[in-house]
Antibody, heavy 114, light 110 residues
Framework: EVQLVESGGGLVQPGGSLRLSCAGS????????MHWVRHAPGKGLVWVSR????????SYADSVKGRFTISRDNAKNTLYLQMNSLRAEDTAVYYC???????WGQGTLVTVSS | QSALTQPASVSGSPGQSITISCTGT?????????VSWYQQYPGKAPKLMIY???NRPSGVSHRFSGSKSGNTASLTISGLQAEDEADYYC??????????FGGGTKLTVL
């Protein structure tokens, strides 16, 4: 089955860190550009970051630049998002998405609160 | 970069047609053919309904269609059905900066 499965979300205090993972299966993960998109409660979708298929090129939204790092391990078919210096406004469901937008994970909830 | 502009809500009766607009600039929607539309039910992941302005992925109903004129893209749903009630988001690829999304439109089927 073609799918993406996120994990790693949870409750974290402001200023804390969290690493999200996204495992891909059923397709050639190593040739796919990948993205992270988040959806805050009551708000719209927001693009967070993307990474080239071989991991050599990355891009970030201004709101997370310098705090979040996207990476991947093609041997493990896994995408990562390292989130540091977390703020309340980072609270959202985080989705990993294949380039083209045709494949989304189920999402993982990150809550930043004291 | 600001989000694309969508109406907050639209509504229609079963069987009618509705159109959701998505307005950007000459740097996003006006510059690229990579405009997509997503349908999202509460608590669920978004589903791709239209890609590259007007193409439907396999399995998406022919009642959904997309178009673009200048800096504005549109999603039209014909023959509205109760199951179409959901949130709809447009997005545009923006050069090397990833994706830009609209604020979302809540569709109510009366």
């Amino acid at each position: 089955e073609v799918q993406l499965v996120e994990s790693g979300g949870g409750l974290v205090q402001p200023g804390g860190s969290l690493r999200l993972s996204c495992a891909g299966s059923g397709f050639t993960f190593s040739t796919s550009w990948m993205h992270w998109v988040r959806h805050a409660p009551g708000k719209g979708l927001v693009w967070v970051s993307r990474i080239k298929s071989d991991g050599s090129t990355t891009s970030y939204a201004d709101s997370v630049k310098g705090r979040f790092t996207i990476s991947r391990d093609n041997a493990k078919n896994t995408l990562y998002l390292q989130m540091n210096s977390l703020r309340a406004e980072d609270t959202a469901v985080y989705y990993c998405v294949r380039e083209g937008g045709d494949l989304w994970g189920q999402g993982t909830l990150v809550t930043v609160s004291s | 970069q600001s989000a694309l502009t969508q109406p907050a809500s639209v509504s229609g009766s079963p069987g009618q047609s509705i159109t959701i607009s998505c307005t950007g600039t000459s740097s996003d929607i006006g510059a690229y053919k990579y405009v997509s539309w997503y349908q999202q039910y509460p608590g669920k992941a978004p589903k791709l309904m239209i890609y590259e302005v007007s193409n439907r992925p396999s399995g998406v109903s022919h009642r959904f269609s997309g178009s673009k004129s200048g800096n504005t893209a549109s999603l039209t749903i014909s023959g509205l059905q109760a199951e179409d009630e959901a949130d709809y988001y447009c997005s545009s690829s923006v050069s090397s900066r990833g994706w830009l999304f609209g604020g979302g439109t809540k569709l109510t089927v009366l």
